[in-house]
């Protein structure tokens, strides 16, 4: 199962960090990915860890702005959001497979039930 929290209002150009926590099994040697869903959107990848921390890949909007790092000790992987814009304004997902990390959703198996991250301009 997993939980993300994190989410919140927050002003054009703030931060916010998300955490997506595992429980029920050890997500250590899960690719764990991040996506969102604007109101009237399709959902889109947002950015994704492999098990080990060493690759990860961000959704071009996002990069520069975005940074994704886990803790396994601690089984969880948090999405740190800066600069963010009112198009960042979405529901965020975090969701994990046993693979490699990969931008495809329909390769996730297990999904978070959202946080809802919105921002003021």
């Known amino acids: 199962q997993l939980q993300a929290s994190g989410g919140g209002l927050v002003q054009a150009g703030g931060s916010l960090r998300l955490s997506c926590a595992a429980s029920?099994?050890?997500?250590?040697?899960?690719?764990v990915g991040w996506f969102r869903r604007a109101p009237g959107k399709e959902r889109e990848f947002v950015a994704t860890?492999?098990?080990?921390?060493?690759?990860?890949y961000f959704a071009d909007s996002v990069k520069g702005r975005f940074t994704i790092s886990r803790d396994n000790a601690k089984n969880t992987v948090y999405l740190q959001m800066n600069s963010l814009g009112p198009e960042d304004t979405a529901l965020y997902y975090c969701?994990?497979?046993?693979?490699?990390?990969?931008?495809?959703?329909?390769?996730?198996?297990?999904w978070g039930q959202g946080t809802q991250v919105t921002v003021s301009s």
């Open positions: 969701a994990a497979y046993l693979g490699i990390a990969t931008t495809r959703a329909q390769r996730y198996d297990y």
């Open positions: 029920g099994r050890t997500f250590s040697s899960y690719a």
């Open positions: 860890i492999n098990w080990s921390g060493s690759t990860t």
